[in-house]
T-cell receptor, first 112, second 111 residues
Framework: NAGVTQTPKFQVLKTGQSMTLQCAQDMNHEYMSWYRQDPGMGLRLIHY???????DQGEVPNGYNVSRSTTEDFPLRLLSAAPSQTSVYFC???????????FGPGTRLTVL | RKEVEQDPGPFNVPEGATVAFNCTYSNSASQSFFWYRQDCRKEPKLLMS???SGNEDGRFTAQLNRASQYISLLIRDSKLSDSATYLC????????????FGAGTRLFVKA
């Protein structure tokens, strides 16, 4: 079992470009979430999903979209990249929102 | 004020030392509590859950005080391999299902 996988590992974008960060899990968990991690800020929740077809905003949703068409996949879309979105992005999954979360290895994004 | 606050450190301790990390949270709707460990440039991983009765896992002891909204982690007999960032995590069901991470406390254990 791969657990939680994220692609790409690294990405450089120019301001205004769009892209999708991929996240997939094979743990059959209902709860999935996206975080960004910036120095001194800890992880901040961007969006989360409690099951296929259900998504909701976290703490810092602006500039990002998500969808959850299957249990396994939870892609994060950057609509028009900005330098403020330079960060490390982690996808996570849990059997329930209040349980242990399992993280993917992260995507390091730089927006120039 | 942040919902989950931790001492940022860093804590620099010799091998064998006992070190304590503290964390406070502001939302009384918080339901579950954890300590995660994050190594440099890696993803966070669960260290242990935190229960009101307190719980211990080898050299690690976690405590929760709901009345004071305070969580602690004690590491005894520190090892070089304990060097990492320790994240305090709180889950709550208020305005959705949210997980809030503290900014983390950096620990360096020296030989």
């Amino acid at each position: 079992n791969a657990g939680v996988t994220q692609t790409p590992k690294f990405q450089v974008l120019k301001t205004g470009q769009s892209m999708t960060l991929q996240c997939a899990q094979d743990m059959n968990h209902e709860y999935m979430s996206w975080y960004r991690q910036d120095p001194g800020m800890g992880l901040r929740l961007i969006h989360y999903s409690v099951g296929a077809g259900i998504t909701d905003q976290g703490e810092v949703p602006n500039g990002y979209n998500v969808s959850r068409s299957t249990t396994e996949d939870f892609p994060l879309r950057l609509l028009s990249a900005a330098p403020s979105q330079t960060s490390v992005y982690f996808c996570a999954t849990a059997s329930e929102y209040y349980n242990e979360q399992f993280f993917g290895p992260g995507t390091r994004l730089t927006v120039l | 004020r942040k919902e989950v606050e931790q001492d940022p450190g860093p804590f620099n301790v010799p091998e064998g030392a006992t070190v304590a990390f503290n964390c406070t949270y502001s939302n009384s709707a918080s339901q579950s509590f954890f300590w995660y460990r994050q190594d440099c440039r890696k993803e966070p991983k669960l260290l242990m859950s935190v229960y009101s009765s307190g719980n211990e896992d080898g050299r690690f002891t976690a405590q929760l005080n709901r009345a004071s909204q305070y969580i602690s982690l004690l590491i005894r007999d520190s090892k070089l391999s304990d060097s990492a960032t320790y994240l305090c995590v709180v889950n709550k069901r208020a305005g959705g299902f949210k997980t809030i991470f503290g900014a983390g406390t950096r620990l360096f254990v020296k030989a």
